[in-house]
T-cell receptor, first 113, second 114 residues
Framework: NAGVTQTPKFQVLKTGQSMTLQCAQDMNHEYMSWYRQDPGMGLRLIHYSVGAGITDQGEVPNGYNVSRSTTEDFPLRLLSAAPSQTSVYFC????????????FGPGTRLTVT | GNSVTQMEGPVTLSEEAFLTINCTYTATGYPSLFWYVQYPGEGLQLLLKATKADDKGSNKGFEATYRKETTSFHLEKGSVQVSDSAVYFCALSERIQGAQKLVFGQGTRLTINP
């Protein structure tokens, strides 16, 4: 199992550009989520999905879109990048049927200039 | 809403020292509690968890006990190693609209010197 994979590892964007951060998992997990990590603020939930075709907003959803067309993939789209979106982004997955471990990807470091 | 507060870092210790990282939470109901660890350049990994009051989670020499009366889940290790240098996150699990989500503390950076 590859676990949770994310691409790219690093990305630099100019203000106003759009891009998609990719996330995939091969564990057949129902629940997937996106977090951003900023210094001194821990991880904050952006969007999450409890299964294919179902998504919902987390704590900081503005400026981001998601879709879940398959169980495996959960891409995060930045519609018009802003400097405030400079952060490290983590994708995670888990089986929602139990109180258990979320498996995190290695992260994408995004800089918006 | 639910929240998690951790002791401010960074924390710097010498090898073989005793470690405590404080974590307190605010929650309605009885959440599950977790400690996650993030090594440099990597994603978060689950270190230990506790699902009900008085449970003790343990792993790799680390321990934490779910204390409902003090709403705390402090992380301890009796003798730290250089390889324990990492950022540690306390988190609670809350169920909202049928989904279980993690709420994280701000993280505590730990550096162990040889």
């Amino acid at each position: 199992n590859a676990g949770v994979t994310q691409t790219p590892k690093f990305q630099v964007l100019k203000t106003g550009q759009s891009m998609t951060l990719q996330c995939a998992q091969d564990m057949n997990h129902e629940y997937m989520s996106w977090y951003r990590q900023d210094p001194g603020m821990g991880l904050r939930l952006i969007h999450y999905s409890v299964g294919a075709g179902i998504t919902d907003q987390g704590e900081v959803p503005n400026g981001y879109n998601v879709s879940r067309s398959t169980t495996e993939d959960f891409p995060l789209r930045l519609l018009s990048a802003a400097p405030s979106q400079t952060s490290v982004y983590f994708c995670a997955s888990k089986t929602d049927r139990e109180i258990g471990e979320q498996y995190f990807g290695p992260g994408t470091r995004l800089t918006v200039t | 809403g639910n929240s998690v507060t951790q002791m401010e870092g960074p924390v710097t210790l010498s090898e073989e020292a005793f470690l405590t990282i404080n974590c307190t939470y605010t929650a309605t109901g009885y959440p599950s509690l977790f400690w996650y660890v993030q090594y440099p350049g990597e994603g978060l990994q689950l270190l230990l968890k506790a699902t009900k009051a008085d449970d003790k989670g343990s792993n790799k020499g680390f321990e934490a006990t779910y204390r409902k009366e003090t709403t705390s889940f402090h992380l301890e290790k009796g003798s730290v190693q250089v390889s324990d240098s990492a950022v540690y996150f306390c988190a609670l699990s809350e169920r909202i609209q049928g989904a279980q989500k993690l709420v994280f503390g701000q993280g505590t950076r730990l550096t162990i010197n040889p």
